[in-house]
């Protein structure tokens, strides 16, 4: 016969990889609109609140599982875990919410030098599959499957880095194209380092070893 507290921590683990799913389709979304000039930040705006929403919720869950059951340490663990992860996914939508008002305000990238949308849909790309992993690996525990983010999250801290070099050989650049792009490379960057976090949490969850992959 399982136990009481099993239900609750699938209910946790179900309701994650609701968010993971929101959270993709978020940041996807803020990149894309970004790239193409379209103003997706009021659908991105309501999804972000949704998701911060069920960061509370996963919270409220997790302190009653631990109220009411009296969970073992690895219970603890995992508990702690989704907790974690809720946030970092919480994060993911609050960078793609920032990526749709910089396109917003500022412009998307569409109509400066062809490089650059190039560049920042490349890095887009490696972000993107970085959180596929996080999600993928929090659906299956998968823990060599969430280690693959380490190689991944290097290139993107690379290309960031890379990107700052390339501005400033190329001062002729206008200053909207400066700053909306720098500015949506750093929260890339960002949501890049936070699926990294979930992973190690993962890794966490499944081993109880405290790993880095950064």
Partial sequence: MGRIIDAGLEELSALLCRMGKLTYDTVDLAIQGFLSGESVHPKVRETSELLIAMVDEVE????????????????LRTIKSYMKIAYDFGRYSRYALDISYINDRLGGIAECEAWMPAYIKE????????????????KRHDVALAKTVFDIEREVDKMFFEYLDKLIEKVHITS??????????????????????????????????????R
């Fill in 176 to 213: 909207k194209c400066i700053i909306s792009s720098v500015l949506v490379m750093r929260y890339l960057e960002r949501i890049a380092d936070h699926a990294t976090y979930v992973c190690e949490a993962i890794a966490y969850i499944a081993t109880g070893e405290k790993i880095l992959l």
């Fill in 60 to 75: 409220d869950k997790s302190f009653e599982l631990i109220s009411r059951f009296q969970p073992v340490a690895s219970d």
């Fill in 123 to 138: 890095v887009g790309e490696k972000v993107l599959k970085m959180v596929r992993i996080s999600i993928e690996s929090l």
